[in-house]
Protein backbone atom coordinates (compact mmCIF):
# COMPACT_ATOMS: atom_id res chain seq x y z
CA UNK A 1 0.00 0.00 0.00
CA UNK A 2 1.90 3.26 -0.73
CA UNK A 3 1.79 6.13 1.08
CA UNK A 4 -1.28 8.41 -0.66
CA UNK A 5 -3.44 4.97 -0.45
CA UNK A 6 -2.50 4.66 3.66
CA UNK A 7 -3.66 8.26 3.57
CA UNK A 8 -6.79 8.44 2.11
CA UNK A 9 -7.21 5.66 4.04
CA UNK A 10 -6.63 6.78 7.24
CA UNK A 11 -9.00 10.10 6.80
CA UNK A 12 -11.58 8.30 5.95
CA UNK A 13 -11.35 6.15 9.57
CA UNK A 14 -10.90 9.30 11.31
CA UNK A 15 -14.34 10.08 9.53
CA UNK A 16 -16.16 7.27 11.14
CA UNK A 17 -18.61 8.13 14.22
CA UNK A 18 -18.66 5.75 17.17
CA UNK A 19 -22.29 5.43 18.37
CA UNK A 20 -21.32 7.26 22.14
CA UNK A 21 -20.23 10.29 18.92
CA UNK A 22 -23.41 10.56 17.63
CA UNK A 23 -25.61 9.78 20.51
CA UNK A 24 -24.05 13.13 22.17
CA UNK A 25 -24.47 14.85 19.35
CA UNK A 26 -28.03 13.91 18.83
CA UNK A 27 -28.67 14.91 22.65
CA UNK A 28 -27.62 18.75 21.68
CA UNK A 29 -30.77 18.91 19.55
CA UNK A 30 -33.49 17.91 22.42
CA UNK A 31 -33.62 21.62 23.96
CA UNK A 32 -34.39 23.35 21.12
CA UNK A 33 -36.91 20.92 20.58
CA UNK A 34 -38.11 20.51 23.96
CA UNK A 35 -38.99 24.10 24.54
CA UNK A 36 -40.06 24.97 20.35
CA UNK A 37 -42.22 22.38 21.46
CA UNK A 38 -44.06 23.49 24.59
CA UNK A 39 -44.00 26.64 23.33
CA UNK A 40 -45.21 25.98 19.84
CA UNK A 41 -48.10 23.99 21.52
CA UNK A 42 -49.02 25.68 24.71
CA UNK A 43 -47.82 29.56 24.44
CA UNK A 44 -50.74 30.60 22.77
CA UNK A 45 -52.92 29.03 25.00
CA UNK A 46 -51.09 30.15 28.18
CA UNK A 47 -51.22 33.69 27.07
CA UNK A 48 -54.79 33.65 26.77
CA UNK A 49 -55.99 31.70 29.36
CA UNK A 50 -53.73 31.80 32.25
CA UNK A 51 -51.74 35.24 31.77
CA UNK A 52 -55.53 36.61 30.71
CA UNK A 53 -54.04 38.90 27.77
CA UNK A 54 -56.38 40.05 24.68
CA UNK A 55 -56.17 37.96 21.71
CA UNK A 56 -54.86 40.91 20.03
CA UNK A 57 -51.82 41.47 22.44
CA UNK A 58 -51.20 37.39 22.57
CA UNK A 59 -51.40 37.82 18.85
CA UNK A 60 -48.39 41.02 18.54
CA UNK A 61 -46.39 38.54 21.12
CA UNK A 62 -46.63 35.62 19.28
CA UNK A 63 -45.70 37.19 15.99
CA UNK A 64 -43.32 39.99 17.20
CA UNK A 65 -41.37 37.01 19.08
CA UNK A 66 -41.25 34.70 16.58
CA UNK A 67 -40.30 37.84 13.97
CA UNK A 68 -37.34 39.04 16.01
CA UNK A 69 -36.21 35.63 16.22
CA UNK A 70 -36.51 34.94 12.31
CA UNK A 71 -33.87 37.94 12.18
CA UNK A 72 -31.46 36.63 14.73
CA UNK A 73 -30.77 34.00 12.42
CA UNK A 74 -29.41 34.88 9.49
CA UNK A 75 -27.48 37.49 11.94
CA UNK A 76 -26.20 35.18 14.14
CA UNK A 77 -25.16 32.88 11.03
CA UNK A 78 -22.71 35.32 10.24
CA UNK A 79 -21.16 36.40 13.18
CA UNK A 80 -20.91 32.35 13.67
CA UNK A 81 -18.95 32.11 9.87
CA UNK A 82 -16.31 34.77 10.78
CA UNK A 83 -15.98 33.40 14.54
CA UNK A 84 -12.29 32.54 15.36
CA UNK A 85 -11.23 29.28 15.85
CA UNK A 86 -10.81 28.21 19.46
CA UNK A 87 -9.46 25.42 21.16
CA UNK A 88 -12.99 23.86 21.41
CA UNK A 89 -13.51 24.71 18.09
CA UNK A 90 -15.81 27.33 16.17
CA UNK A 91 -18.93 26.31 16.77
CA UNK A 92 -19.27 24.78 20.42
CA UNK A 93 -18.33 27.50 22.58
CA UNK A 94 -21.45 29.73 20.61
CA UNK A 95 -23.53 26.33 22.13
CA UNK A 96 -21.94 26.60 25.61
CA UNK A 97 -22.13 30.33 26.57
CA UNK A 98 -25.60 31.07 25.69
CA UNK A 99 -27.24 28.22 27.61
CA UNK A 100 -26.86 29.73 31.52
CA UNK A 101 -29.04 33.01 30.29
CA UNK A 102 -31.41 31.07 27.66
CA UNK A 103 -33.06 29.15 30.56
CA UNK A 104 -33.24 32.24 32.25
CA UNK A 105 -35.14 33.50 30.11
CA UNK A 106 -37.14 30.83 28.78
CA UNK A 107 -38.07 30.43 32.56
CA UNK A 108 -39.59 33.91 32.93
CA UNK A 109 -41.50 33.36 29.95
CA UNK A 110 -43.98 30.99 32.07
CA UNK A 111 -43.87 33.28 34.86
CA UNK A 112 -46.88 35.73 36.00
CA UNK A 113 -45.92 39.03 37.02
CA UNK A 114 -47.49 40.64 39.59
CA UNK A 115 -49.03 43.31 37.59
CA UNK A 116 -51.35 44.33 34.67
CA UNK A 117 -50.13 47.54 32.75
CA UNK A 118 -46.64 46.02 31.86
CA UNK A 119 -47.67 41.98 31.01
CA UNK A 120 -47.51 42.69 27.62
CA UNK A 121 -44.20 43.99 27.54
CA UNK A 122 -43.05 41.76 29.65
CA UNK A 123 -43.66 38.58 27.48
CA UNK A 124 -42.81 40.27 24.58
CA UNK A 125 -39.28 41.09 26.20
CA UNK A 126 -38.13 37.99 27.29
CA UNK A 127 -40.20 35.90 24.71
CA UNK A 128 -37.91 37.96 22.24
CA UNK A 129 -34.74 37.21 24.79
CA UNK A 130 -34.64 33.67 24.95
CA UNK A 131 -35.43 33.64 21.02
CA UNK A 132 -32.22 35.44 20.30
CA UNK A 133 -30.06 33.54 22.77
CA UNK A 134 -31.93 29.84 21.92
CA UNK A 135 -30.66 31.26 18.29
CA UNK A 136 -27.24 31.39 19.30
CA UNK A 137 -26.99 27.74 20.57
CA UNK A 138 -29.30 26.22 17.52
CA UNK A 139 -27.64 27.44 14.46
CA UNK A 140 -24.11 26.71 15.71
CA UNK A 141 -25.77 23.69 16.52
CA UNK A 142 -26.88 22.58 13.29
CA UNK A 143 -24.13 23.68 11.28
CA UNK A 144 -22.03 21.29 13.30
CA UNK A 145 -23.15 18.63 11.35
CA UNK A 146 -21.04 19.91 8.67
CA UNK A 147 -18.08 19.52 11.44
CA UNK A 148 -18.31 16.40 12.78
CA UNK A 149 -17.06 14.16 9.96
CA UNK A 150 -16.79 15.11 6.52
CA UNK A 151 -18.02 11.47 5.13
CA UNK A 152 -21.91 11.82 3.86
CA UNK A 153 -23.29 8.47 5.00
CA UNK A 154 -21.92 9.79 8.96
CA UNK A 155 -23.56 12.92 8.25
CA UNK A 156 -26.73 10.81 7.46
CA UNK A 157 -26.39 8.90 10.12
CA UNK A 158 -26.13 11.49 12.74
CA UNK A 159 -28.73 13.25 11.19
CA UNK A 160 -31.53 10.27 12.22
CA UNK A 161 -29.97 9.72 15.70
CA UNK A 162 -30.50 13.86 16.13
CA UNK A 163 -34.10 13.59 14.82
CA UNK A 164 -34.81 10.40 16.67
CA UNK A 165 -33.44 12.27 20.11
CA UNK A 166 -35.53 15.78 18.96
CA UNK A 167 -38.64 14.01 18.30
CA UNK A 168 -38.04 12.43 21.66
CA UNK A 169 -37.41 16.19 22.82
CA UNK A 170 -40.90 17.09 21.77
CA UNK A 171 -42.78 14.20 23.65
CA UNK A 172 -40.63 14.96 26.57
CA UNK A 173 -42.00 18.48 25.88
CA UNK A 174 -45.30 17.69 25.22
CA UNK A 175 -44.94 14.86 28.74
CA UNK A 176 -43.90 17.42 31.04
CA UNK A 177 -45.76 20.66 30.18
CA UNK A 178 -48.83 18.79 28.88
CA UNK A 179 -49.30 16.48 31.88
CA UNK A 180 -48.33 18.50 34.91
CA UNK A 181 -50.04 21.67 33.18
CA UNK A 182 -53.25 18.91 32.93
CA UNK A 183 -53.19 18.10 36.08
CA UNK A 184 -53.54 21.42 37.33
CA UNK A 185 -56.06 22.78 34.43
CA UNK A 186 -58.37 24.69 36.50
CA UNK A 187 -62.27 24.83 35.63
CA UNK A 188 -63.90 27.22 33.50
CA UNK A 189 -66.75 29.87 34.04
CA UNK A 190 -70.23 29.60 32.49
CA UNK A 191 -72.14 32.41 31.18
CA UNK A 192 -71.31 35.94 30.62
CA UNK A 193 -69.05 36.80 33.39
CA UNK A 194 -66.20 34.61 31.39
CA UNK A 195 -63.88 38.15 31.43
CA UNK A 196 -64.41 38.44 35.24
CA UNK A 197 -62.57 35.01 35.35
CA UNK A 198 -58.95 34.95 36.94
CA UNK A 199 -56.41 31.71 36.99
CA UNK A 200 -56.13 29.91 39.90
CA UNK A 201 -52.80 29.90 41.99
CA UNK A 202 -52.00 26.35 41.32
CA UNK A 203 -52.50 26.15 37.06
CA UNK A 204 -49.82 29.52 37.43
CA UNK A 205 -47.44 26.92 39.68
CA UNK A 206 -47.76 24.17 37.56
CA UNK A 207 -46.53 26.34 34.29
CA UNK A 208 -43.54 27.56 36.17
CA UNK A 209 -42.89 23.97 37.91
CA UNK A 210 -42.89 22.67 34.01
CA UNK A 211 -40.11 24.99 32.95
CA UNK A 212 -38.22 24.85 35.85
CA UNK A 213 -38.15 20.80 34.43
CA UNK A 214 -37.21 21.68 31.20
CA UNK A 215 -34.40 24.22 32.33
CA UNK A 216 -32.34 21.61 33.65
CA UNK A 217 -32.92 19.27 30.84
CA UNK A 218 -31.42 22.19 28.70
CA UNK A 219 -28.43 22.71 30.53
CA UNK A 220 -27.87 19.11 30.50
CA UNK A 221 -28.14 18.41 27.20
CA UNK A 222 -25.97 21.56 26.51
CA UNK A 223 -23.31 19.67 28.94
CA UNK A 224 -23.25 16.30 26.89
CA UNK A 225 -22.88 17.99 23.65
CA UNK A 226 -20.07 20.23 24.47
CA UNK A 227 -17.98 17.46 26.45
CA UNK A 228 -19.40 14.41 23.80
CA UNK A 229 -18.65 15.63 20.44
CA UNK A 230 -15.55 16.95 18.96
CA UNK A 231 -15.39 19.79 16.36
CA UNK A 232 -12.92 18.32 13.38
CA UNK A 233 -11.25 21.57 11.66
CA UNK A 234 -11.17 20.95 8.41
CA UNK A 235 -7.05 22.35 7.24
CA UNK A 236 -7.15 21.46 4.02
CA UNK A 237 -9.83 23.42 3.16
CA UNK A 238 -9.20 26.83 4.05
CA UNK A 239 -11.89 29.49 4.92
CA UNK A 240 -12.44 32.34 1.84
CA UNK A 241 -12.41 35.64 3.02
CA UNK A 242 -14.77 37.06 5.42
CA UNK A 243 -17.94 38.85 3.29
CA UNK A 244 -20.30 41.08 4.51
CA UNK A 245 -23.79 40.44 5.78
CA UNK A 246 -25.45 41.22 2.51
CA UNK A 247 -22.74 39.50 0.30
CA UNK A 248 -24.07 36.56 2.34
CA UNK A 249 -27.30 36.50 1.57
CA UNK A 250 -26.80 36.62 -1.78
CA UNK A 251 -24.65 33.49 -1.58
CA UNK A 252 -26.46 31.50 -0.59
CA UNK A 253 -30.15 32.46 -1.87
CA UNK A 254 -28.45 32.55 -5.52
CA UNK A 255 -27.98 29.08 -5.14
CA UNK A 256 -31.17 27.55 -6.93
CA UNK A 257 -31.17 24.10 -5.14
CA UNK A 258 -30.95 25.67 -1.84
CA UNK A 259 -33.74 28.55 -2.90
CA UNK A 260 -36.15 25.85 -4.39
CA UNK A 261 -35.62 23.71 -0.78
CA UNK A 262 -36.44 26.54 1.28
CA UNK A 263 -39.38 27.69 -0.08
CA UNK A 264 -40.68 24.00 -0.26
CA UNK A 265 -40.41 23.67 3.47
CA UNK A 266 -41.28 27.05 4.46
CA UNK A 267 -44.63 26.43 2.67
CA UNK A 268 -44.52 22.75 4.57
CA UNK A 269 -43.41 23.92 7.99
CA UNK A 270 -45.94 27.02 7.71
CA UNK A 271 -48.75 24.39 7.25
CA UNK A 272 -47.40 21.93 10.03
CA UNK A 273 -47.21 24.77 12.60
CA UNK A 274 -50.38 26.06 11.97
CA UNK A 275 -51.89 22.55 12.87
CA UNK A 276 -49.41 22.86 16.13
CA UNK A 277 -49.79 26.14 17.16
CA UNK A 278 -54.02 25.66 16.56
CA UNK A 279 -54.46 22.10 17.96
CA UNK A 280 -54.68 22.14 21.74
CA UNK A 281 -57.55 25.10 21.09
CA UNK A 282 -58.79 22.74 18.60
CA UNK A 283 -59.19 19.97 20.62
CA UNK A 284 -60.39 22.11 23.87
CA UNK A 285 -62.54 23.79 21.92
CA UNK A 286 -63.87 22.60 18.90
CA UNK A 287 -63.91 19.14 19.82
CA UNK A 288 -64.96 19.45 23.38
CA UNK A 289 -61.68 17.28 24.99
CA UNK A 290 -60.70 19.98 27.28
CA UNK A 291 -59.55 16.95 29.37
CA UNK A 292 -57.74 15.16 26.62
CA UNK A 293 -55.92 17.27 24.88
CA UNK A 294 -52.82 16.95 26.38
CA UNK A 295 -52.79 13.03 25.69
CA UNK A 296 -53.64 13.53 22.23
CA UNK A 297 -50.63 15.83 21.55
CA UNK A 298 -48.76 13.23 23.32
CA UNK A 299 -49.96 10.30 20.97
CA UNK A 300 -48.66 12.68 18.09
CA UNK A 301 -45.24 12.72 19.11
CA UNK A 302 -44.82 9.25 20.34
CA UNK A 303 -46.09 8.37 16.90
CA UNK A 304 -43.47 10.80 15.58
CA UNK A 305 -40.77 9.31 17.68
CA UNK A 306 -41.47 5.38 16.21
CA UNK A 307 -41.83 6.40 13.05
CA UNK A 308 -38.39 7.85 12.37
CA UNK A 309 -36.62 4.73 12.00
CA UNK A 310 -39.10 4.00 9.02
CA UNK A 311 -38.52 7.52 7.37
CA UNK A 312 -34.35 6.74 7.97
CA UNK A 313 -35.08 3.64 6.50
CA UNK A 314 -37.83 4.73 3.58
CA UNK A 315 -35.86 7.46 2.22
CA UNK A 316 -32.30 5.35 1.71
CA UNK A 317 -34.22 3.01 -0.22
CA UNK A 318 -36.67 5.18 -2.57
CA UNK A 319 -35.00 8.66 -2.11
CA UNK A 320 -35.36 11.82 0.01
CA UNK A 321 -37.67 13.35 -2.64
CA UNK A 322 -39.82 10.47 -2.32
CA UNK A 323 -39.84 10.72 1.10
CA UNK A 324 -40.95 14.05 1.58
CA UNK A 325 -44.18 13.33 -1.05
CA UNK A 326 -45.43 10.09 1.03
CA UNK A 327 -44.29 12.10 4.26
CA UNK A 328 -46.22 15.20 3.65
CA UNK A 329 -49.06 13.99 1.52
CA UNK A 330 -50.27 10.88 4.23
CA UNK A 331 -51.77 13.72 6.85
CA UNK A 332 -53.66 15.20 4.39
CA UNK A 333 -56.69 12.30 4.48
CA UNK A 334 -56.92 12.21 7.90
CA UNK A 335 -57.16 16.45 8.45
CA UNK A 336 -60.28 15.79 6.24
CA UNK A 337 -61.42 13.10 8.19
CA UNK A 338 -61.11 14.58 11.66
CA UNK A 339 -62.94 17.81 9.67
CA UNK A 340 -65.74 16.11 8.37
CA UNK A 341 -66.56 13.76 11.18
CA UNK A 342 -68.69 14.71 14.07
CA UNK A 343 -66.27 14.52 17.51
CA UNK A 344 -65.22 11.58 18.10
CA UNK A 345 -62.49 10.90 20.95
CA UNK A 346 -61.31 7.48 18.80
CA UNK A 347 -61.29 9.17 15.76
CA UNK A 348 -59.30 11.84 17.28
CA UNK A 349 -56.93 9.68 18.53
CA UNK A 350 -56.45 7.67 14.98
CA UNK A 351 -55.71 11.45 13.07
CA UNK A 352 -53.27 11.97 15.82
CA UNK A 353 -51.25 9.16 15.30
CA UNK A 354 -51.26 9.40 11.79
CA UNK A 355 -50.62 13.08 12.21
CA UNK A 356 -47.65 12.17 13.70
CA UNK A 357 -46.22 9.78 11.27
CA UNK A 358 -46.24 12.79 9.00
CA UNK A 359 -44.91 15.10 11.53
CA UNK A 360 -41.74 12.40 11.48
CA UNK A 361 -40.69 13.44 7.81
CA UNK A 362 -41.33 16.94 8.52
CA UNK A 363 -39.24 17.07 11.30
CA UNK A 364 -36.03 14.59 9.47
CA UNK A 365 -36.11 15.02 5.89
CA UNK A 366 -35.36 18.87 5.78
CA UNK A 367 -32.27 18.55 8.07
CA UNK A 368 -31.07 15.31 5.70
CA UNK A 369 -31.75 17.27 2.65
CA UNK A 370 -29.82 20.74 3.52
CA UNK A 371 -26.16 19.15 3.78
CA UNK A 372 -26.91 17.75 0.02
CA UNK A 373 -27.40 21.44 -1.00
CA UNK A 374 -24.06 22.54 0.79
CA UNK A 375 -22.10 19.38 -1.12
CA UNK A 376 -23.63 21.08 -3.93
CA UNK A 377 -23.00 24.37 -3.23
CA UNK A 378 -19.15 23.32 -2.26
CA UNK A 379 -18.73 20.77 -5.76
CA UNK A 380 -19.93 24.33 -8.16
CA UNK A 381 -17.91 26.71 -5.62
CA UNK A 382 -14.69 25.03 -4.55
CA UNK A 383 -12.81 28.35 -3.43
CA UNK A 384 -15.48 29.46 -1.13
CA UNK A 385 -16.00 27.53 1.56
CA UNK A 386 -16.22 28.10 5.00
CA UNK A 387 -20.12 29.28 4.82
CA UNK A 388 -22.13 26.58 6.30
CA UNK A 389 -23.22 28.02 9.03
CA UNK A 390 -25.11 30.93 6.43
CA UNK A 391 -26.98 27.88 4.95
CA UNK A 392 -28.80 26.81 7.65
CA UNK A 393 -29.07 30.01 9.75
CA UNK A 394 -31.18 31.23 6.33
CA UNK A 395 -33.30 28.02 6.37
CA UNK A 396 -33.61 28.52 10.31
CA UNK A 397 -34.60 31.54 9.32
CA UNK A 398 -37.85 31.14 7.36
CA UNK A 399 -39.42 28.14 9.09
CA UNK A 400 -39.39 30.21 12.18
CA UNK A 401 -40.53 33.18 10.05
CA UNK A 402 -43.08 30.66 9.03
CA UNK A 403 -43.68 30.10 12.46
CA UNK A 404 -44.36 33.39 13.27
CA UNK A 405 -46.89 33.80 10.92
CA UNK A 406 -48.75 30.90 11.29
CA UNK A 407 -48.86 32.05 15.19
CA UNK A 408 -49.36 35.76 14.51
CA UNK A 409 -51.83 35.21 12.10
CA UNK A 410 -53.99 32.55 14.15
CA UNK A 411 -54.44 34.23 17.40
CA UNK A 412 -55.35 37.57 15.06
CA UNK A 413 -58.41 35.49 13.27
CA UNK A 414 -59.58 34.01 16.81
CA UNK A 415 -59.51 37.92 17.88
CA UNK A 416 -61.55 38.39 14.96
CA UNK A 417 -63.87 35.46 15.39
CA UNK A 418 -64.74 36.28 18.80
CA UNK A 419 -62.43 34.24 21.01
CA UNK A 420 -63.76 34.24 24.99
CA UNK A 421 -60.99 33.59 27.47
CA UNK A 422 -61.58 30.70 29.25
CA UNK A 423 -65.12 30.22 27.98
CA UNK A 424 -66.50 26.69 28.51
CA UNK A 425 -67.69 26.79 24.79
CA UNK A 426 -66.73 29.46 21.84
CA UNK A 427 -68.89 30.90 19.56
CA UNK A 428 -69.38 29.64 16.14
CA UNK A 429 -67.62 31.52 14.50
CA UNK A 430 -64.65 30.52 16.47
CA UNK A 431 -65.13 26.75 16.23
CA UNK A 432 -64.75 27.68 12.14
CA UNK A 433 -62.10 29.61 12.35
CA UNK A 434 -60.05 26.75 14.67
CA UNK A 435 -61.17 23.93 11.92
CA UNK A 436 -60.24 26.55 8.99
CA UNK A 437 -56.51 26.99 10.92
CA UNK A 438 -56.29 23.26 11.71
CA UNK A 439 -57.59 21.27 8.45
CA UNK A 440 -57.91 23.16 5.06
CA UNK A 441 -55.62 25.97 5.59
CA UNK A 442 -52.35 23.25 6.38
CA UNK A 443 -53.60 21.03 2.95
CA UNK A 444 -53.12 24.29 0.84
CA UNK A 445 -49.54 24.91 2.07
CA UNK A 446 -48.50 21.42 1.72
CA UNK A 447 -49.55 20.99 -1.19
CA UNK A 448 -47.75 24.02 -2.45
CA UNK A 449 -44.78 23.51 -1.40
CA UNK A 450 -45.17 19.68 -2.58
CA UNK A 451 -45.52 21.55 -6.05
CA UNK A 452 -42.23 23.62 -5.92
CA UNK A 453 -40.03 20.19 -4.72
CA UNK A 454 -41.57 18.80 -8.07
CA UNK A 455 -38.55 21.35 -9.57
CA UNK A 456 -35.96 20.37 -6.88
CA UNK A 457 -33.03 19.67 -8.87
CA UNK A 458 -30.87 17.19 -6.65
CA UNK A 459 -32.09 13.85 -7.00
CA UNK A 460 -30.34 10.36 -5.70
CA UNK A 461 -28.15 10.26 -8.79
CA UNK A 462 -26.80 13.79 -8.19
CA UNK A 463 -26.46 13.29 -5.18
CA UNK A 464 -24.51 10.38 -5.40
CA UNK A 465 -22.12 12.47 -7.68
CA UNK A 466 -21.48 15.11 -5.63
CA UNK A 467 -20.66 12.97 -2.94
CA UNK A 468 -18.30 11.34 -5.27
CA UNK A 469 -16.52 14.64 -6.61
CA UNK A 470 -15.84 16.10 -2.97
CA UNK A 471 -14.47 12.48 -2.63
CA UNK A 472 -11.71 13.49 -5.33
CA UNK A 473 -11.31 16.64 -4.36
CA UNK A 474 -10.47 15.52 -0.85
CA UNK A 475 -8.18 12.99 -2.02
CA UNK A 476 -6.59 15.73 -4.23
CA UNK A 477 -5.87 17.99 -1.75
CA UNK A 478 -4.63 15.63 1.02
CA UNK A 479 -2.23 14.40 -2.07
CA UNK A 480 -0.90 18.04 -2.95
CA UNK A 481 -0.40 18.41 0.97
CA UNK A 482 1.50 15.11 1.32
CA UNK A 483 3.55 16.28 -1.69
CA UNK A 484 4.12 19.09 0.20
CA UNK A 485 5.02 17.71 3.27
CA UNK A 486 7.88 15.57 1.83
CA UNK A 487 9.24 18.58 -0.45
CA UNK A 488 9.37 20.75 2.64
CA UNK A 489 11.38 17.53 4.40
CA UNK A 490 13.48 16.92 1.41
CA UNK A 491 14.15 20.87 1.43
Known amino acids: MDTHTLLVFCKRGRNKLSICNKLCYAVGG???????????????????????????????ILFGGRAWDAVTDPTVGFLVSRSPWTRYGRMLPWILLSTPLAVLAYFLIWYVPPFENGKVIWYLFFYCLFQSLQTCFHVPYSALTMFITSDQKE?????????????????????????IVGMANAPCLKGPTCHLYRTHGTEKIAYMIASGIICVIYILCAIVLFFGVKEQKDSCRPKSEPMSFFQGIRLVMGHGPYAKLVMVFLFTSLGFMLLEGNFALFCSYTLGFRNDF??????????????????????SRFGKKTAVYIGSLSVIPFLVLVACVKSNLIVTYIVAFAAGVSVAAAFLLPWSMLPDVVDDFQVHNPDSTGHEALFYSFYVFFTKFASGVSLGISTLSLD????????????????????ILVTAAPIVLILIGLCILYTYPINEEKRQGNRKLLQEQRDNESDSDTDSTELANVV
Open 294 to 315: QNILLVIMLSATLAIPFWQWFL
Open 30 to 60: APYQITGCALGFFLQIYLLDVAQLDPFYASI
Open 416 to 435: FAGYLTRGCSQPHTVDLTLK
Open 155 to 179: RDSATAYRMTVEVLGTVLGTAIQGQ
